[in-house]
T-cell receptor
Framework: AQSVTQPDIHITVSEGASLELRCNYSYGATPYLFWYVQSPGQGLQLLLKYFSGDTLVQGIKGFEAEFKRSQSSFNLRKPSVHWSDAAEYFCAVGTTSGTYKYIFGTGTRLKVLA | SQTIHQWPATLVQPVGSPLSLECTVE??????LYWYRQAAGRGLQLLFYSVGIGQISSEVPQNLSASRPQDRQFILSSKKLLLSDSGFYLC????????????FGQGTRLTVV
């Protein structure tokens, strides 16, 4: 069965520090991978997506993610975190076995210290 | 451009009362539609998805049901709410037969008391 694991429930970083959020997926075929961000009480906004091609993808707000097939990972990175990046981040895999569905991880809540 | 609307934004309902949450999409046709529930520490759980009018697939057995009476309308319902139905409900859509990201509504915060 398809699944997504985000091993870090909470992460705290200082403003200006670098950030890496981990995501591992389990899916038998070529995955479609996504990172979303959610501010409190809001819907989800897409940060970036990977479908094929270059394994390093750039997204909005200075985020990037790298797809590593050998490790079944799609980690999200940002070189320098801003206080406004404090939010919850979700990794998701899109499945195409019959129907288009999105399987989400449990999320990582990011806290940024001033 | 396409937009997705969910309402109400917030709802407080007593145990045993009925529920109806509505989601509509504008600016597209024949979308795939999804209902997700978000509970603390559990991420987003896919509840239902629909590929067309009257076509509903349930992912998780529960106290809820979904309907799609029109192409761009998706309704989440319950006849009798349970305390465990509390959570943040999100509707989403994506274009049919085209792989892209899901587009989410702003969500409904449901508290069952």
């Amino acid at each position: 069965a398809q699944s997504v694991t985000q091993p870090d429930i909470h992460i705290t970083v200082s403003e200006g520090a670098s950030l890496e959020l981990r995501c591992n997926y389990s899916y038998g075929a070529t995955p479609y991978l996504f990172w979303y961000v959610q501010s409190p009480g809001q819907g989800l906004q897409l940060l970036l997506k990977y479908f094929s091609g270059d394994t390093l993808v750039q997204g909005i707000k200075g985020f990037e993610a790298e797809f590593k097939r050998s490790q079944s990972s799609f980690n999200l990175r940002k070189p320098s975190v801003h206080w406004s990046d404090a939010a919850e981040y979700f990794c998701a895999v899109g499945t195409t076995s019959g129907t288009y569905k999105y399987i989400f991880g449990t999320g990582t809540r990011l806290k940024v210290l001033a | 451009s396409q937009t997705i609307h969910q309402w109400p934004a917030t709802l407080v309902q007593p145990v045993g009362s009925p529920l109806s949450l509505e989601c509509t999409v504008e600016g597209t046709s024949n979308p795939n539609l999804y209902w997700y529930r978000q509970a603390a520490g559990r991420g987003l759980q896919l509840l239902f998805y629909s590929v067309g009018i009257g076509q509903i697939s349930s992912e998780v057995p529960q106290n809820l049901s979904a309907s799609r009476p029109q192409d761009r309308q998706f309704i989440l319902s319950s006849k009798k709410l349970l305390l465990s139905d509390s959570g943040f409900y999100l509707c989403a859509w994506n274009p049919r037969r085209v792989w892209t990201e899901a587009f989410f509504g702003q969500g409904t915060r449901l508290t069952v008391v």
